[in-house]
């Protein structure tokens, strides 16, 4: 079992809809969590951080379940922009400077 | 512009031959690490460095080598020995282990062996 598992995808949505991302990890001690954003053939970009108290930054809005293991990310009124692939990344536990990353959600806005 | 400098972009070496990437950054961060990302997968973590010189191997460690005698520079090393060097590598960095420090990357360097 992968540390930190996605839902790969693909997510085909319309303009304007809404979208929800999931991400599950398995270090019951994780202690950071992230969300990246991955344009093709480019590197990652920080999008936002994950608090226990969840969060919000414009139309994107971050989760965190402790007791269950996952986070995830909300996405309103979708935009072409929005189109890339999206990565969660868990660190923390045992070893606090390792970030490890999950595959990747990729997410495709259409007209 | 602070920020993470990897050079370079493209790079294509003959099979047999060791190649090293560059990553330099003037974000003042203690923290270094390099990963490797295969198409249609994840970052999987090569090597980290805390501290200046002090690293550990991350999970796919065979095959690569690194150094950091400096805090601003984290070169990676690919030998003969890596069985299937080529995929696209990123250097990251951040301020250390502290919770809220996200991982900053520089543009990666595509590797290409034949």
């Known amino acids: 079992r992968k540390e930190v598992e996605q839902d790969p995808g693909p997510f085909n949505v319309p303009e304007g809809a809404t979208v929800a991302f999931n991400c599950t990890y398995s270090?019951?001690?994780?202690?950071?969590f992230f969300w990246y954003r991955q344009d093709c053939r480019k590197e990652p970009k920080l999008l936002m951080s994950?608090?226990?108290s969840g969060n919000e930054d414009g139309r994107f809005t971050a989760q965190l379940n402790r007791a269950s293991q996952y986070i995830s990310l909300l996405i309103r009124d979708s935009k072409l922009s929005d189109s890339a692939t999206y990565l969660c990344v868990v660190r923390g536990g045992t070893n606090a400077g390792k970030s490890t990353f999950g595959d990747g959600t990729t997410l495709t806005v259409k007209p | 512009d602070g920020g993470i400098t990897q050079s370079p972009k493209y790079l294509f070496r003959k099979e047999g031959q060791n190649v090293t990437l560059s990553c330099e950054q003037n974000?003042?961060?203690?923290?270094m690490y390099w990963y490797r990302q295969d198409p249609g997968q994840g970052l999987r973590l090569i090597y980290y460095?805390?501290?200046?010189?002090?690293?550990q191997k991350g999970d796919i460690a065979e095959g690569y080598s690194v150094s950091r005698e400096k805090k601003e520079s984290f070169p990676l090393t690919v030998t003969s020995a890596q069985k299937n060097p080529t995929a696209f590598y990123l250097c990251?960095?951040?301020?250390?282990?502290?919770?809220?420090?996200?991982?900053?990357f520089g543009n990666g360097t595509r590797l290409t062996v034949t």
């Open positions: 994950v608090y226990s």
């Open positions: 270090n019951s001690a994780s202690q950071s």
């Open positions: 974000l003042n961060h203690d923290a």
């Open positions: 990251a960095s951040n301020t250390g282990i502290g919770r809220d420090s996200p991982l900053h």
């Open positions: 460095s805390q501290i200046v010189n002090d690293f």
